[in-house]
């Protein structure tokens, strides 16, 4: 019987102490009196119920219970006519449960997520007062000494006090952004739950639990908001991989090995009810709306293949205009990778200052394995597992730096990597080069072949071959040293000087490598490729708009009527580029411009301009040593004009 009775006091409190401490902060206007008075209805419960038995209406026995000691404490006050009203007031409401109680609740829940306190105060205090959650139940959740909990939340309730926040509903002109903080701290408790920050658990199921109660109770109270509905709609769709997030020892499995047969179809529905509830109300969509829908792109897919990535890098690029912060851009790159290649994913990468946030190593290092420079992916995965706090996720991070550091190829293997990935005339050029520089270093690593070890096999294998045989093969060397994480091999071997009257062309071998290299981004290639292709001078390359292209024809028609044509080779690689944009530059910038008054010739969909001659440039040195003027070159002297 006693038994029965705790349990039902533990279930009664979970649902109604929300209600409770709501309604008798509205009467006493003070948020930590209030948590005592309905603590102390509680403990009398806990005296009454196991003896007397559960009444029938539980939830008003403690609220007459808690209201009835307010009433005895007024009573004993000094202010005592003042109090009559309220005292009269709070006797008749005792018992009521409709719209006023719900409008309290939501006032609690404004209160414990005022700005004037800080993030982890809110969510504590939250968990408290609206979760129904005890202090040890709070520092077990966050892995935080009791006494560190029961500080901050008591130094929580002083602050309102001292700083007056009144219980009441926040101003129009504040609403929007009191209701943010509600929201950013519910979504606090849902990660820290999902995802945990530290510890040996991966997920902390009641964390979770919890900010998704916490979620349907604001979007009953609030129903025509549509980012509260966004943002349930995105715990509800995010819960629903949890069971196939963890491995059987626990570790994390990554969303594209997720077996989704052990995703709950019960979440998704809620999550895809809530996500249409919240377009329905006409609303723009908001930051949690959007990542509500990116969720909603994958719990859609039948498998990670038939993930709809060209929607979600939309959905991200959405997301980054109202929410433009370091992680979104992180998300967006991942996303990025699945479309464009990890190549251009990991230039984004580059932009982001994330401080210790472990996720910005891991994610490089994950697109460096994928462009096969596993040292630095071991390097990065390494500082990752360094940066985080959770066990699972450091054990899998340092698994996979092993991983990455065991994967290092020999020279011969790294050679063969490379020409596999050049079209045949190319791969027979750089060939002679690289197969007879791995036969004489013995086919050491890859990671011990050093400058001045590449110059001694180098020297000893050419050193009487004519200028421009021995910079063919330098060329080569260098171009392959671009794929490895070598650095410049050719750093220690001098280009031989060709004698005046007879300057060096780009042989075909050279240029179908350069044309085709990895390493580069499609956007350079692109160009490089048109510029080759076309004859046309960089400049002219450069200056192409979206709306120039005619690629079913193979073609660009500019100014004048002129012609540039290519292969249907580099149609392919232009499509990709130009996405879905209809207009703007072709070869876009890669960050948008600074404000400024008049700025023209922008990309209406990126905001970017245009590609300058000076950065092209500079990127075809880079990767190959020479300018783009002799790319132009190249192609006159072989079509022989």
Not at 147 to 152: F, Y
Not at 267 to 280: D, E, H, K, V, Y
Not at 325 to 340: F, Y
Not at 582 to 594: C, D, I, K, N, W
């Amino acid at each position: 019987m006693a038994g029965d009775a705790h349990a039902a006091i533990d279930a009664v409190w979970k649902r109604e102490s929300a209600r409770i401490v709501a309604g008798l902060t509205r009467m006493v206007r003070d948020v930590g009196l209030a948590e005592e008075l309905a603590q102390d209805a509680l403990v009398a419960a806990l005296e009454q119920w196991p003896r007397d038995g559960v009444p029938g209406n539980p939830g008003a026995w403690l609220m007459t219970t808690a209201k009835r000691r307010a009433v005895d404490g007024m009573r004993r006050g000094e202010r005592l006519e003042r109090n009559h009203e309220r005292l009269a007031h709070a006797l008749r409401t005792a018992e009521e449960t409709g719209p006023e109680a719900d409008d309290d609740v939501l006032r609690l829940m404004f209160v414990s997520c005022h700005p004037v306190l800080s993030r982890e105060a809110r969510a504590a205090l939250t968990l408290k007062l609206l979760g129904g959650l005890t202090t040890e139940e709070i520092a077990r959740a966050f892995l935080t000494p009791e006494a560190t909990v029961a500080q901050r939340i008591l130094r929580a309730k002083r602050t309102l006090a001292r700083e007056r926040i009144p219980f009441e509903m926040p101003e129009a002109g504040e609403r929007a952004e009191r209701l943010r903080s509600v929201l950013d701290v519910v979504y606090l408790v849902f990660n820290e739950g999902y995802t945990a920050t530290a510890g040996d658990d991966l997920i902390r199921a009641d964390l979770c639990r919890e900010a998704l109660r916490l979620g349907r109770m604001l979007a009953a109270l609030v129903p025509g908001e549509a980012e509260v509905h966004g943002l349930v709609a995105l715990m509800e769709l995010t819960a629903s991989r949890a069971a196939a997030r963890t491995g059987p020892s626990g570790e994390p499995v990554p969303l594209h090995e997720q077996n989704r047969g052990r995703w709950d179809l019960l979440l998704i529905r809620r999550g895809f009810t809530a996500l249409l509830t919240a377009r329905s109300l006409g609303a723009p969509p908001g930051p949690y709306v959007l990542q509500a829908a990116i969720a909603a792109v994958h719990a859609g897919a039948r498998g990670a293949d038939d993930t709809d990535w060209a929607r979600i890098v939309a959905l991200y690029e959405r997301l980054e205009r109202v929410l433009p912060t370091p992680v979104v851009r992180l998300n967006h790159a991942v996303s990025v990778a699945r479309v464009a290649g990890p190549e251009t994913a990991l230039a984004l990468t580059d932009t982001l200052d994330l401080g210790d946030y472990h996720l910005l190593p891991a994610v490089r290092a994950d697109l460096l394995s994928r462009l096969g420079r596993h040292p630095e992916a071991a390097a990065e995965f390494t500082r990752a597992a360094a940066l985080t706090r959770n066990a699972p996720e450091r054990a899998l991070l340092l698994r996979r730096a092993e991983a990455s550091a065991a994967a290092v190829p020999s020279f011969a293997a790294a050679v063969e990597s490379f020409l596999a990935g050049l079209d045949a005339p190319a791969a027979r050029s750089y060939g002679r080069t690289l197969r007879r520089l791995a036969r004489d270093l013995g086919d050491p690593p890859l990671t011990e072949v050093t400058p001045a070890l590449a110059a001694a096999a180098f020297t000893a294998a050419w050193h009487g071959a004519a200028p421009r045989t021995w910079n063919r093969h330098h060329s080569a060397l260098r171009t392959f040293s671009r794929t490895a994480p070598t650095g410049d091999l050719t750093a220690a071997l001098p280009r031989r000087k060709v004698p005046p009257g007879h300057p060096e062309p780009l042989d075909r071998g050279t240029v179908e490598a350069l044309l085709s290299l990895a390493t580069a981004a499609p956007r350079e290639r692109a160009l490089w490729r048109i510029v080759y292709e076309s004859a046309a001078p960089a400049a002219v390359a450069l200056s192409l708009n979206v709306e120039d292209l005619d690629l079913a024809a193979d073609r660009a028609v500019i100014a004048g009527g002129r012609e540039l044509r290519w292969y249907p080779a580099t149609t392919d690689l232009l499509r990709s580029l130009v996405g879905s944009r209809t207009s703007g530059p072709l070869f876009l910038a890669e960050r948008r411009p600074a404000p400024a008054r008049g700025a023209t010739g922008l990309c209406p969909r990126t905001g970017r301009g245009r590609l300058s001659y000076e950065r092209a440039e500079l990127l075809f040195k880079r990767h190959t040593g020479h300018t783009l003027h002799r790319l132009r070159e190249a192609r006159r002297l072989h079509l022989g004009f």
